[in-house]
């Protein structure tokens, strides 16, 4: 359903198939992919479906696909595809601001403490 077919009173609780094809079809040229975050309340079976076709895109792809995230991770377990990502952190922010060059407080305070 296209959002104008929604109004402000609902709650989105998962991308449309449409845009899932998008991501999808995008995802197919993609040679490094890091996903933090399901598409929507992947937990239910009637809003699984984008982050399902999300998750299997990226599975199927050449890509070299980490994903990052507690939720994710249980996404990538109930979607039987575990064994076909590249990489899985359970940490997500933490990640992202890893990735991001941020530094992360207990590398810092390890860092301080062999100097003691
Ligand atoms: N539109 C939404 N409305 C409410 N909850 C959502 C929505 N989209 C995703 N969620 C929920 O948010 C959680 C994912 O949180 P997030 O922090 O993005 O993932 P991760 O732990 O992988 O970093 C899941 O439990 C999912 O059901
Ligand atoms: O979902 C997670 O991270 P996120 O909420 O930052 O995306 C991780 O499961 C958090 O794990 P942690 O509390 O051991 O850092």
């Known amino acids: 359903m296209p959002l104008s077919g929604v109004s402000d009173e609902e709650v989105y609780i998962d991308i449309?198939?449409?845009?899932?094809?998008?991501?999808?079809?995008?995802?197919?040229?993609?040679?490094?992919?890091?996903?933090?975050?399901?598409?929507?309340?992947?937990?239910?079976?009637?809003?699984?479906?984008?982050?399902?076709?999300?998750?299997?895109?990226?599975?199927?792809?050449d890509a070299y696909s980490v994903v990052g995230g507690g939720d994710s991770v249980t996404a990538t377990k109930k979607f039987g595809l575990k064994d076909e990502m590249s990489y899985i952190c359970t940490g997500g922010g933490a990640l992202v601001r890893f990735l991001s060059n941020e530094e992360l407080p207990?590398?810092?305070?390890?860092?301080?403490?062999?100097?003691?």
């Open 16 to 61: 449309g198939k449409e845009t899932a094809a998008k991501y999808s079809e995008t995802l197919n040229y993609a040679q490094t992919v890091f996903i933090n975050g399901p598409m929507g309340v992947f937990e239910d079976r009637e809003s699984e479906l984008g982050t399902r076709a999300v998750w299997e895109a990226i599975a199927h792809s």
């Open 106 to 116: 207990v590398i810092r305070a390890l860092k301080h403490g062999s100097k003691l």
